[in-house]
């Protein structure tokens, strides 16, 4: 089966007929994990391109002095904040403020299930389609780099790994979808993880 923007869209209208969702996050691979009963609510966007050879996703490294997550692989995207007016408008603001992308460029095809972060947010992660050509201009003081990765990459389950880290004392598994040099895991491979599943469930 060809996989191509068009279909992943026609995937997420099939699934809005469909009112069930569920909650993801990192519970998943540890239950055990306190998660405080009022959440944060942030949404992130995941890029997709089409390219002449395939679908890549985009993604950002933060850079190694911010405060949370420094250095890791991330989706464009942050906190909900009071003036944002959806979930939407928060992942496009930030997208355009991280790495420049106008969301004129920006196609949204549909949302993930939502993201239960032990760090108490409420992550939306909503699927795009970004119309090239693309000119990024990212923010130097949250984004070391932005690359890109072939989507058929992700959807390939001998490419899922579970790892483990060791946080105060105890052991947490994640997930993690390394690539070349860079190391993808943690909060972004889980919805990885998400959208794989999403997608290879139309083929069954």
Known sequence: MTIDLAWIGSRFIERSVDTTT???GDRDLNPDIEIHSKLKPAAVLIPLIKRPDDITVLF???TDTLSVHAGQISFPGGR???FDQSYEDAALRETEEEVGLPREQIEILGHLDDYIARTNFKITPIVAAIRPPIELKLDPKEVAEAFEVPLHFF?????????????HGKERHVYAMPYEDYYIWGITAGMLFNLYEFLTDADQ
């Open 80 to 82: 909900v904040e009071e």
């Open 60 to 62: 950002t490294k933060r």
């Open 22 to 24: 569920k909650d993801r």
């Open 155 to 167: 959807l390939d389950p001998n490419n899922h790994q579970r790892h483990i880290r060791i946080e």
